[in-house]
């Protein structure tokens, strides 16, 4: 059995009960509209203080995975300066209720742009953030311009990042299904993300509905998609960090996967 604390993507409303549904001591959630660049929103009928009493009552840790939009690397100023000001926003929030964490994908630039830029981009936004928990940046899926699809990218990011005041704050969140699709070697790929950035602070546990490398960001339930099931269980035991599944369902399909994790851990 495992020790590792596991949890799962819940909704926003009342993370604290969609834990005590999963029988589990943490949960991830959006807080508003991940697909919207309006400012956070506390859904919990007690607000942002209620919520945290409410988990720390319950002993449940909280992450916040910010919204989908933000792109602090692009070289567009239209989605650069509201990508940092959302991310601050949003840094705000998660303080506000005792986050343990706040997620962000690693972003782009266009296909023509000076990927130098992009990475310098996001030394920029470390620094121009007030970071008051820790920034937990995720590798992506799919674009040839990512800026934390493939290994060598992220060494870039994480060697630009290194540089700014603030580094210490953040961290690395490795999700099994965009490594996976992104053409990333499961079997060393805890061995390789940890030579470069010195730490994996959570895991996304996802299996893939499409084949290694496809580029494609679809995840489905553990056990039911392309990912070998050793090797998604082997990268969750030798990273040794909290976990969140992110498949679909509600408490039942989320506390399945959790036990199907559990069993292989």
């Known amino acids: 059995m495992s020790a590792l604390p596991l949890g799962a993507h819940v909704e926003q409303t009342d993370p604290v009960a969609e834990a005590v549904a999963r029988r589990a001591p943490l949960v991830q959630f959006f807080l508003g509209d991940p697909q919207s660049y309006k400012g956070p929103e506390v859904r919990h009928e007690g607000g ?68 130098a830029k992009g990475f310098d981009n996001w030394r920029k936004a470390v620094e121009a953030t007030d970071l008051k928990v820790p920034l937990l940046i995720e590798n992506t899926a799919g674009g040839d311009n990512a800026m934390a ?10 060697d630009a990042v290194g540089r700014a005041e603030g580094a210490d704050q953040v961290g690395f ?16 790929a805890v061995e390789r993300v940890r030579a470069i950035t010195g730490r994996i602070d959570l895991v996304h546990a996802n299996d893939s509905r499409d084949t290694a490398g496809s580029g494609a960001d ?17 990268v969750v035991r030798a990273a040794g960090a909290p976990v969140v599944v992110e498949t679909p369902g509600g408490a039942a399909e989320h506390a399945a996967d959790l036990d199907w994790l559990r069993s292989r851990l």
């Open 48 to 115: 942002a203080e209620g919520l945290r009493a409410a988990a720390e009552e319950a002993g449940v840790d909280l992450y916040v995975h910010a919204p989908y939009l933000i792109n602090v690397a692009t070289l567009n100023n239209r989605i650069r300066i509201p990508s940092r000001k959302l991310l601050q926003q949003h840094m705000d929030a998660a303080a506000q209720i005792g986050a343990k964490g706040l997620i962000v994908h690693g972003g782009h630039v266009g296909v023509d742009d000076d990927a």
């Open 149 to 158: 699809r493939h290994l060598d990218r992220i060494a870039m990011l994480w």
């Open 173 to 188: 969140c490795l999700d099994t299904c965009h490594a996976w699709a992104g053409g990333i070697e499961l079997g060393d």
């Open 218 to 234: 679809r995840h489905t339930n553990l056990g039911s998609g392309h990912v070998p099931p050793d090797e998604l269980a082997d």
